[in-house]
């Protein structure tokens, strides 16, 4: 399944290739650099404080690491071409860690359950699709594809409303996702009245009064 909302590669963001200039001899009278043992004990400060910050929600690993989005949509684009052309195990094992690194956005997960489904591993992918739609309800890729899945264990009452939520992101059916929600939510609900028909009266739900 192709990767919706493709962002720029990483590769498209500027970067100087010009060498750093050499650091200017210290003047005359000027303190002298920081010793080796503290310039390392104010890394671990520094590291330290940004630990307590993630372990408080404050900050992501992605941001700790000063990883932009642009860069993280980027090394997931990279990720999918290698899934694409047969490295799947390690494609998913990038996602993964871009998961861990940015915990709230939808498409990182949308795109890692795409990948376990298309390894036949179900149960990975609709819990990385739920996962999606925890932080992003309106990600139709992990809507539809969650539908799908849900349809396939023959489970059509929850996969009739993933359904309805999708065509309430796309009503006109402007995207392909959209017209695959449409479609599929039109043969899902004559499929649910079928077997309403079918069903004995006593097990039917009694009429609200």
Same mark, same amino acid.
Request: charged content about 20%; hydrophobic content about 45%.
């Given at each position: 399944m192709?990767f919706? +909302?493709r962002?720029p590669?990483?590769s498209?963001i500027? @970067?100087?290739?010009?060498?750093?200039? *050499?650091?200017a001899?210290?003047?005359?009278g %000027?303190?002298t650099?920081?010793t080796p043992? *503290?310039s390392?004990?104010k @890394?671990?400060a520094?590291?330290?404080?940004?630990?307590?910050?993630?372990?408080?929600?404050?900050? %992501?690993?992605?941001?700790?690491?000063d990883l932009t989005r642009?860069?993280?949509f980027?090394?997931a684009? +990279?990720?999918y071409?290698l899934?694409?052309?047969?490295? %799947?195990a390690?494609?998913?094992?990038?996602v993964e860690?871009?998961?861990v690194?940015n915990?709230?956005?939808g498409?990182?997960h949308?795109?890692?359950g795409a990948? *376990?489904?298309?390894m036949?591993?179900?149960?990975a992918?609709?819990?990385?699709?739920s996962?999606a739609?925890?932080?992003?309800?309106? +990600?139709?890729?992990?809507r539809v594809?969650?539908a799908?899945?849900?349809?396939?264990?023959?489970?059509?009452g929850?996969a009739?409303?993933d359904?309805?939520?999708?065509t309430?992101?796309d009503? @006109?059916?402007k %995207?392909p996702l959209?017209k695959r929600a449409l479609?599929?939510?039109r043969?899902?609900?004559q499929?649910l009245r079928?077997?309403l028909?079918k *069903?004995?009266?006593s097990?039917?739900?009694?009429p609200?009064?």
């Open positions: 192709p919706a +909302n962002p590669l990483a498209q500027t @970067k100087t290739t010009a060498p750093a200039p *050499a650091p001899a210290p003047a005359a %000027t303190a650099a920081l043992g *503290a390392s004990a @890394k671990e520094a590291l330290f404080k940004k630990l307590q910050q993630i372990a408080r929600h404050e900050i %992501t690993w992605a941001e700790a690491m642009s860069e993280a980027g090394i684009q +990279n990720a071409r899934f694409e052309f047969g490295q %799947t390690r494609g998913r094992k990038i860690g871009l998961v690194l915990p709230g956005v498409a990182f949308a795109l890692l990948m *376990a489904g298309r036949g591993d179900e149960a992918a609709e819990a990385s699709y996962a739609l925890a932080v992003e309800p309106d +990600n139709l890729a992990a594809n969650r799908e899945m849900r349809l396939k264990a023959g489970n059509l929850d009739l409303d359904l309805l939520a999708a309430k992101i009503p @006109k059916g %995207t959209g479609s599929l939510a043969v899902t609900a499929a079928e077997l028909k *069903a004995p009266s097990s039917r739900p009694a609200r009064r």
